[in-house]
């Protein structure tokens, strides 16, 4: 799978596109192999599309490019000058095919203003000296800020001779004059880069060692000119085979990139077979949701070897996700004799019995597992979740007088959103939200014979809300979506079926093979008599996946913790507030919401939660554990404390009371905008997700919402939040006005559903 694959609405993020770049033409291409190895090899964890810029080369030329970089572009240009106007990205690290890295270019990366150089101390052949830019020197160039002035500028950097350095380490000019100085126009062009990141070979004459803290070196003669040998071996590292290249990568200790171990892993392996290896192949594809790749390429050497355990449990864990779950049992088993998997494998056997309804076995696993370490928190959340149940507090009414609700049940410490929101659903059908009423069918659990019965006994289902129509939380082969249905079993249930506010919810760059998810997209429209979703963004991104006789079947349904005022005038209808700013994070797929920005996410936050605490009471609210690494960040990093609200302890009203007593919330979850907005207290969202986005569009409030890659985020976030405390009344009511199409909406939904499902 290519990064062509990916999910990319980064237009609707903010989520910067990065890219490195060099132009070369046919003399220097050779060049190219040992400057991409190097950038591999000593930036592990990084891989943004590598544009190779020419004049008009034969594209059988970057052939051997592609075979070390799953990302190399290749564009016909002109010039070097036309990075400049690269389009498609925001952010271009500028290299020359006389360069080799040698460090750590994440600096670079995080560069959010200007077009970076490095200002180089030359001299001509008398030995004046003067500060100027090389013409093929490294630049770092946010596109935001390179207008037709500053390309006009650029352009003048022409008069120094970039390979043409002597042995002395002199460069000249064309005309012998210094107007290269960027201390003239260029000073308010540029932003200066440490030397280290351009470092020249003209500065290690008489066989000088490279220095230690140089990450870019600039060959400004022959890689191989004598008195030059530290500077030419350090280059002669990464001249290498591409098998050589290949297993150096894999070797590297520490996180590295996994697009570039699927490009680098897979013909390693296959001329050097070897478990390790294939165990870390299977995790790549695992982690790409490849799982029928990774199954491929681990158990043909896996088999039934006992010395094995790590590669019987990443084998399992994708044998589960394609719903193989005999044979992923089996493997699990044998994980778990041994004593350093036994706890994971335990846990996995548990989470594997309940998919498939076999509670006590659930039980007894996550039991075993408590035995092999009782600290081990995944176990003892399965013991806890499938201890036997007490005595049903009251008699459920006949099946065929209640609906069926399939949904993600949160339970215990889980995200707080995820308990709000089935109720919230069922809050739109009944006021009895229990079980007297409602029948609960999880959605990951799998859909048999017996499940299968059980939904058709009811008087309808509904399905939703959420963002269920997402490859990852609990992948599985029936559907690749949350509900783990097969087709045929699907196509069988006679109840009515509705799909109720349920989002498409993939990040920007997220990797989503959709075939699977397509097909069984196709058969679930067909099937229902009420197809919902949550955003347009979402229906825009669905129907695309549909045949066209299907896609106006396809509705718009809000999620209901957007109308929660109007289904429960106790909690969420409050209108005493107290003097406080409630802020949320979200951390799941942290690279996938960040990119390079957390660092400057996190400093933009800091500004703006300092100005915010001068006016309110600043606190910090949790849906999940995870989010409380912001509050540790913050506090290591900057120096601020918030206290925290843990609402993933607290119950459905009161998460709904502390919501709706805020003068405003500024949430980066999903559901940290929609319940407050719900509740009736202004938003202002920190969007990392499309969702986020896709939600202020169908209410028509786009600027309430702030990407976190923003380069001004702080003073705009301060900004905005100071406008809704200043006048918070017309805040209130703007929240209101913009919530009443949702209600409109919804309450005409739920009156034809109710048609639907014969209730009175």
């Not at 064309?174 to 308010?188: F, K």
């Not at 089996?330 to 509670?359: I, N, Y």
């Not at 912001?630 to 009161?654: A, I, Q």
């Amino acid at each position: 799978m290519t990064h062509s694959s990916a999910d990319d609405r980064s237009t609707i993020t903010g989520r910067r596109r990065i890219a490195f770049a060099v132009h070369t033409d046919q003399d220097r291409i050779s060049a190219l192999p040992a400057l991409i190895r190097s950038l591999v090899l000593t930036n592990p964890g990084v891989c943004e599309d590598f544009v190779v810029l020419h004049p008009g080369l034969p594209d059988a030329s970057f052939d051997a490019l592609r075979r070390l970089h799953p990302r190399v572009v290749a564009r016909r240009a002109d010039s070097r000058l036309d990075v400049l106007g690269l389009d498609g990205y925001d952010t271009v690290v500028v290299l020359s095919p006389a360069m080799v890295v040698l460090g750590d270019l994440g600096e670079l990366l995080r560069m959010r203003h200007g077009v970076g150089a490095v200002p180089q101390v030359l001299r001509d052949g008398e030995g004046e000296e003067w500060r100027a830019v090389l013409p093929d020197g490294l630049l770092v160039v946010q596109r935001a800020d390179v207008d037709d002035a500053v390309t006009a500028l650029l352009a003048g950097i022409d008069g120094i001779s970039g390979t043409d350095g002597t042995d002395d380490g002199t460069y000249g000019s064309t005309d012998g004059s210094t107007e290269n100085a960027p201390d003239a126009a260029l000073a308010g062009v540029l932003t200066p880069v440490d030397a280290r990141y351009d470092f020249l070979t003209s500065r290690l004459y008489d066989d000088t060692p490279v220095p230690p803290h140089v990450a870019v070196l600039h060959f400004t003669g022959p890689f191989d000119a004598p008195g030059y040998g530290p500077a030419s071996e350090a280059r002669r590292r990464f001249e290498m085979s591409d098998e050589e290249f290949r297993a150096a990568y894999c070797a590297l200790p520490g996180d590295r990139h996994p697009d570039l171990l699927a490009h680098c892993a897979p013909p390693l392996l296959e001329a050097r077979p070897s478990l390790g290896l294939a165990r870390t192949v299977a995790d790549v594809y695992r982690r790409q949701n490849r799982h029928d790749e990774a199954v491929g390429v681990l158990a043909p050497v896996v088999a039934d070897r006992l010395d094995a355990p790590r590669c019987h449990e990443t084998l399992a864990l994708s044998l589960m996700a394609l719903s193989r779950y005999d044979e992923a049992e089996a493997h699990l088993l044998l994980a778990a004799a041994s004593p350093d998997t036994a706890p994971r494998a335990f846990a996995q056997l548990a989470r594997l019995a309940w998919l498939c309804g076999r509670e006590e076995d659930a039980h007894a696993y996550a039991r075993d597992g408590l035995e092999a370490d009782p600290t081990d928190s995944g176990c003892h959340g399965w013991y806890v979740r499938t201890r036997p149940a007490g005595p049903e507090p009251r008699e459920t009414a006949p099946a065929a007088e209640q609906l069926a609700h399939v949904a993600l049940f949160a339970e215990g410490r889980e995200n707080a959103g995820d308990k709000v929101l089935p109720e919230a659903v069922r809050m739109c059908f009944d006021t009895d939200t229990g079980p007297y009423r409602w029948y609960r069918q999880p959605v990951h659990r799998l859909v048999d014979e017996a499940a299968l019965e059980q939904l058709n006994a009811r008087r309808g289902v509904v399905v939703g809300g959420g963002g269920l129509f997402l490859p990852d939380t609990s992948p599985n082969g029936n559907s690749h979506w949350q509900w783990n249905v097969p087709d045929g079993l699907l196509a069988r249930i006679t109840a009515p079926l509705a799909v109720f506010a349920v989002g498409y919810n993939v990040f920007d760059g997220q990797l989503y093979r959709r075939g699977r998810f397509a097909e069984s997209l196709r058969v679930l429209v067909e099937r229902s008599a009420f197809f919902g979703l949550r955003n347009h963004g979402s229906i825009d991104r669905v129907r695309e996946l549909l045949p066209a006789e299907l896609r106006d079947r396809v509705r718009y349904q809000p999620c209901p913790t957007t109308v929660a005022r109007h289904l429960d005038p106790g909690p969420a209808g409050r209108t005493e507030r107290n003097d406080t700013v409630l802020v949320n994070c979200a951390y799941d797929r942290a690279g996938l919401r960040f990119g390079h920005d957390y660092g400057h996410f996190l400093a933009q936050m800091a500004t703006a939660l300092r100005n915010l605490r001068d006016r309110a009471d600043v606190r910090y609210a949790a849906h999940m554990p995870a989010d409380e690494k912001f509050v540790h960040d913050l506090r290591r990093e900057h120096g601020l404390s918030l206290p925290v609200e843990r609402l993933y302890d607290m119950s459905n009203d009161r998460i709904r009371e502390l919501y709706g007593r805020s003068r405003l919330v500024i949430g980066m979850r999903g559901h940290a905008g929609m319940i407050p907005f719900g509740c009736g207290t202004p938003i202002l969202s920190l969007v990392s997700h499309p969702k986020l986005a896709y939600f202020l569009s169908d209410i028509g409030r786009r600027e309430w919402g702030l990407s976190v890659h923003d380069r001004e985020l702080g003073p705009r976030l301060a900004e905005r939040a100071g406008a809704v405390l200043d006048d918070h009344p017309a805040a209130v009511a703007d929240v209101h006005r913009a919530q009443d199409f949702l209600w409109k909406t919804t309450r005409s939904n739920i009156d034809e559903l109710r048609g639907t499902f014969g209730l009175a």
